[in-house]
């Protein structure tokens, strides 16, 4: 084999062991193993010691073979690794596109709360970018800026709570600051520390203290961590600063500046009202417990022979939210009452009203998550058993639903729950013909443990009609307390069929009375829509 061939080719050597032992070792070229079997055909392989390595040789091959292969493999893998990403990207964009586009669709007041914080920094940000402004303020403009971030929010009675809480006490920390400096000033060089030490520790301990009483946690709490800070500031800053009047002057007017411009702008452009979104928000939630009380009875009492209902079900599913929705109402009502009257809400309106009916709300949605249970469970009653009782339960859980729906419209609108009333006292009919329908023994001869689940359920309906005359009750009390505006009962051709609905309560019992009691115009004009006034004997 020619050396000269195998110094040009850029390929790999072998040691060719050949001649004596004082003779070094030659080198053969090791072609590339595509071109092996044209290397194993060339007449260089004609020689002795060649032939003697051609397993060493064929062995070379294949490692090289073997790391060519490992090598194109994590190619691959890299490729296959690195080929998805700019897909998943561009899905993972869209999608968080999606979530933004929806977060703004659900409630698009979020979008011009957005704009508005926008605006608000913009104009605040005129102290630094205005040489006149930033010289009558200098660096104090700052606390403007951190004002604005820290007290605008959604709605304008949480923007006036924390700008009520922060401007007053940064006015009242800052004037006590500047008299605890002033008195601490005339003690002399050594006793001013000490006393400046004092006051600060007395004044912290004492509103941490504070903070931790009911009253002052639901309102104020804001407002003392402000009054700590500005306080500390105020006195501490005054031992190197002779100037604390002026530092005083300056912090307290940016402040308020901030403050003001927040809650101008909060009032004035698309102002969201916390008393109305309370309003709404109980009114929701008794509409969800009526639409479940509704429907409650036709999917409880459904036999195999009837069809199964492919309309939407969502309702069952409404209650939930009811169960969870304590914090929110307290916030709301929180915020709610430092509002200004506005619209059809007057100044001192009865907010806490609305948490006494959110109460009872979740009160008579905890039985229905009760009865959910049932409505769910795999096993179920037998019919037999079940429709002793159907007609009963399923005319009071009706009512009830109906009269929560009502009682839903009438606090949305503000006018006064007239409509309510009949249904009250349908479904108050139908759980005393319940009760007496259970007291009859008409399930004498039939298993216990089949007939204490069909009980459990008319004890839990009874218990949400108990419920809806309470919250009844509560809504009343607050039409009265609120003056909502009072309608002309008419009564929509619908409305009036369903009410028309007979009892027909087929059970195999003793002779059971019903007392069906009517309201008159003259006992609903003087405020007792419940007195009755005819008392017919059904018997059934």
């Given at each position: 084999m020619d050396r000269s061939s195998t110094r040009e080719d850029t390929g790999k050597y072998v040691k060719w062991p050949g001649g004596t032992t004082a003779t070094p070792s030659k080198s053969i070229f090791c072609p590339r193993p595509q071109t092996y079997l044209s290397f194993l055909l060339s007449p260089s392989l004609s020689h002795p010691s060649v032939r003697a390595n051609l397993p060493s040789i064929n062995n070379l091959a294949m490692e090289m073979e073997s790391a060519s292969h490992e090598k194109a493999g994590l190619l691959t893998r890299l490729w296959t690794c690195l080929k998805p990403l700019p897909g998943k990207l561009v899905s993972k964009v869209a999608e968080v596109a999606r979530k933004i586009k929806k977060l703004g669709q659900d409630d698009p007041r979020r979008v011009i709360h957005s704009l508005k914080v926008g605006l608000a920094l913009t104009l605040i940000s005129l102290f630094y970018y205005s040489r006149a402004l930033y010289k009558g303020f200098g660096d104090s403009a700052m606390w403007a800026v951190m004002t604005v971030v820290v007290v605008l929010e959604f709605s304008v009675g949480a923007t006036l709570g924390k700008g009520l809480n922060r401007g007053l006490a940064t006015l009242l920390a800052g004037a006590l600051g500047v008299g605890v400096h002033h008195l601490a000033s005339l003690s002399g060089g050594i006793g001013e520390p000490m006393l400046l030490g004092f006051f600060v520790f007395l004044q912290a301990a004492a509103s941490t203290f504070a903070r931790f009483c009911p009253g002052i946690k639901a309102r104020y709490d804001y407002g003392c961590l402000i009054f700590i800070l500005t306080f500390c500031l105020v006195s501490v800053a005054g031992y190197r600063d002779h100037e604390i009047l002026e530092l005083a002057h300056k912090r307290i007017s940016t402040i308020l500046i901030g403050g003001a411009t927040c809650v101008i702008i909060t009032i004035v452009v698309c102002p969201v009202w916390a008393g109305e979104d309370l309003q709404?928000?109980?009114?929701?939630?008794?509409?969800?417990?009526?639409?479940?009380?509704?429907?409650?009875?036709?999917?409880?009492?459904?036999?195999?022979?009837?069809?199964?209902?492919?309309?939407?079900?969502?309702?069952?599913?409404?209650?939930i939210s009811v169960l969870n929705s304590k914090g929110s109402e307290e916030s709301l009502e929180n915020f709610a009452r430092w509002e200004p009257g506005h619209g059809r809400f007057r100044f001192r309106h009865p907010w806490k009203q609305y948490l006494k009916i959110g109460t009872l709300t979740r009160q008579c949605a905890y039985r229905i998550e009760a009865l959910n249970g049932y409505l769910n469970s795999g096993f179920q009653a037998p019919t037999e058993i079940r429709s002793k009782i159907k007609d009963v339960c399923t005319m009071m859980s009706l009512e009830s639903g109906m009269a929560l729906n009502e009682l839903a419209l009438a606090v949305k609108k503000m006018t006064r729950p007239t409509s309510a009333d009949p249904h009250i006292e349908k479904s108050e009919t139908a759980a005393k013909t319940l009760k007496t329908l259970l007291k009859s023994g008409i399930w004498e001869d039939t298993d216990f443990l089949e007939v204490i689940k069909v009980a459990t359920v008319a004890s839990l309906l009874i218990d949400v009609t108990n419920c809806t005359q309470k919250i009844a009750e509560s809504v009343h009390e607050l039409a009265s307390i609120a003056h909502f505006k009072s309608v002309d009962p008419t009564v929509s051709p619908e409305k009036?069929?369903?009410?028309?609905?007979?009892?027909?309560?087929?059970?195999?019992?003793?002779?059971?009375s019903i007392t069906v009691r009517e309201s008159s115009p003259s006992s609903k004009e003087s405020g007792n829509s419940l007195a009755p006034t005819a008392v017919p004997r059904v018997v059934l």
């Open positions: 709404n928000l109980v009114a929701l939630n008794l509409e969800k417990i009526g639409n479940y009380l509704e429907g409650f009875g036709g999917e409880y009492f459904r036999t195999s022979e009837d069809e199964e209902c492919k309309d939407d079900k969502s309702f069952l599913q409404g209650y009036s069929q369903l009410s028309q609905v007979k009892l027909a309560a087929k059970v195999d019992c003793p002779q059971v």
